[in-house]
């Protein structure tokens, strides 16, 4: 087997996180492994230096990542088709409203033999309904894409402290090839083939988690807390059992699953998000601006696309926790009305 080249489509965080993963074990495996690892990254302009030229020469990513020393190995390439044109594994890591477009920039111009890895939490709607992200990837370049998605808070990733993730794949021997690549002694992979569920998790994970964040912002304790992520997973399961046939309910007690919805209600950027709507009257947009320096919050999209899935089919009653963390993140219902939501929730009935 020729070796295989690698391309990290992206470079915030959890991007520089997993590059730090990846340059160490491409030399580590250089038998499998070309030893560049290329990673795309949108210019920008940091105390008056390119970023790229930054993470080149300093190799660190001081603005998204600061602190964490990147492999040597790892080139950082402002040019999308330059960085992505002869790659064997592409590697999406990016906030999934832009993927459909970076992907039509791409379209033609890399290998047709070329595997794809979404790592990106979200989903994707559009007029024919939802879309895993790995779904848009495939249909616009024409390749296989899997999915590697678990308990993975990138800060702790980068500081190598031990966790689990899952990968999501149909293919055999493509799972295989993928764990080979990402997992280290603190990164540690199993390989599932129940791709779509395990995509799912990763966005509805974050819509519990502004829930989480809501609670915690309303001075609630653990109880509640676990409250939330009892009811959340609850609402996960009977979602993906409704809009995807075949979903299998061990999936969620994979890292993708529970442990990533853990993970997010106790540190992520969304339960973070959560705790400020309550103690501020700002807009989500404005708290993006000011809490995660032009970065995201995947929960909020999540929320208004699961929304408008429920809407259409008449379901938003059997959903209130996603529905109500809904209306709050867009300021149409007080934050106090998430723990009615909860009392009240259909569990309970």
Same mark, same amino acid.
């Given at each position: 087997?020729?070796? @295989?080249?690698?391309?990290?489509?992206?470079?915030?965080?959890?991007? !520089? =996180?997993? #590059?730090?993963? +990846?340059? *160490?074990? $491409?030399?580590?495996?250089?038998?499998?492994?070309?030893?560049?690892?290329?990673?795309?990254?949108?210019?920008?302009?940091?105390?008056?230096?390119?970023?790229?030229?930054?993470?080149?020469?300093?190799?660190?990513?001081?603005?998204?990542?600061?602190?964490?020393?990147?492999?040597?190995?790892?080139?950082?390439?402002?040019?999308?088709?330059?960085?992505?044109?002869?790659?064997?594994?592409?590697?999406?890591?990016?906030?999934?409203?832009?993927?459909? @477009?970076?992907?039509?920039?791409?379209?033609?111009?890399?290998?047709? !033999? =070329?595997? #794809?890895?979404? +790592?990106? *939490?979200? $989903?994707?709607?559009?007029?024919?309904?939802?879309?895993?992200?790995?779904?848009?990837?495939?249909?616009?370049?024409?390749?296989?894409?899997?999915?590697?998605?678990?308990?993975?808070?990138?800060?702790?990733?980068?500081?190598?402290?031990?966790?689990?993730?899952?990968?999501?794949?149909?293919?055999?021997?493509?799972?295989?090839?993928?764990?080979?690549?990402?997992?280290?002694?603190?990164?540690?992979?199993?390989?599932?083939?129940?791709?779509?569920?395990?995509?799912?998790?990763?966005?509805?994970?974050?819509?519990?988690?502004?829930?989480?964040?809501?609670?915690?912002?309303?001075?609630?304790?653990?109880?509640?807390?676990?409250?939330?992520?009892?009811?959340?997973?609850?609402?996960?399961?009977?979602?993906?059992?409704?809009?995807?046939?075949?979903?299998?309910?061990?999936?969620?007690?994979?890292?993708?699953?529970?442990?990533?919805?853990?993970?997010?209600?106790?540190?992520?950027?969304?339960?973070?998000?959560?705790?400020?709507?309550?103690?501020?009257?700002?807009?989500?947009?404005?708290?993006?601006?000011?809490?995660?320096?032009?970065?995201?919050?995947?929960?909020?999209?999540?929320?208004?696309?699961?929304?408008?899935?429920?809407?259409?089919?008449?379901?938003?009653?059997?959903?209130?926790?996603?529905?109500?963390?809904?209306?709050?993140?867009?300021?149409?219902?007080?934050?106090?009305?998430?723990?009615?939501?909860?009392?009240?929730?259909?569990?309970?009935?």
């Amino acid at each position: 087997m020729s070796k @295989k080249s690698v391309c990290i489509v992206g470079s915030g965080n959890w991007g !520089s =996180a997993i #590059a730090k993963i +990846l340059g *160490k074990n $491409v030399k580590e495996r250089s038998d499998k492994f070309e030893i560049c690892v290329k990673m795309w990254m949108y210019e920008e302009m940091v105390d008056g230096r390119k970023l790229t030229e930054i993470v080149n020469t300093e190799h660190e990513n001081i603005k998204y990542l600061p602190g964490v020393k990147i492999p040597e190995n790892v080139v950082a390439i402002p040019d999308l088709i330059k960085a992505s044109e002869d790659a064997d594994i592409l590697i999406f890591v990016l906030p999934h409203q832009f993927v459909a @477009k970076t992907c039509q920039q791409m379209k033609g111009k890399i290998k047709s !033999s =070329a595997v #794809a890895v979404s +790592l990106i *939490k979200g $989903v994707s709607i559009d007029d024919s309904g939802m879309k895993m992200i790995s779904n848009v990837i495939k249909e616009v370049l024409g390749i296989e894409c899997c999915a590697l998605m678990g308990a993975n808070l990138a800060g702790e990733v980068a500081q190598e402290q031990f966790c689990e993730t899952t990968i999501g794949c149909a293919v055999n021997g493509t799972g295989e090839l993928l764990k080979s690549l990402f997992e280290t002694p603190y990164f540690r992979c199993s390989v599932v083939t129940d791709q779509a569920t395990v995509e799912l998790c990763g966005a509805l994970k974050n819509i519990v988690g502004i829930g989480a964040g809501i609670a915690d912002g309303l001075g609630h304790g653990d109880n509640t807390k676990a409250a939330v992520i009892r009811l959340g997973l609850m609402e996960m399961i009977k979602f993906s059992e409704i809009f995807i046939p075949g979903s299998q309910r061990s999936t969620f007690f994979e890292s993708c699953g529970i442990s990533d919805l853990v993970a997010t209600c106790h540190g992520g950027r969304n339960r973070m998000l959560g705790e400020h709507i309550v103690k501020s009257d700002k807009t989500v947009k404005q708290l993006e601006k000011e809490l995660l320096k032009g970065q995201s919050f995947q929960g909020p999209l999540a929320a208004r696309e699961i929304f408008k899935m429920l809407k259409d089919k008449n379901l938003i009653e059997r959903f209130p926790l996603f529905v109500s963390v809904h209306y709050i993140c867009l300021r149409e219902s007080q934050p106090e009305e998430f723990i009615n939501c909860l009392r009240n929730h259909p569990e309970h009935i």
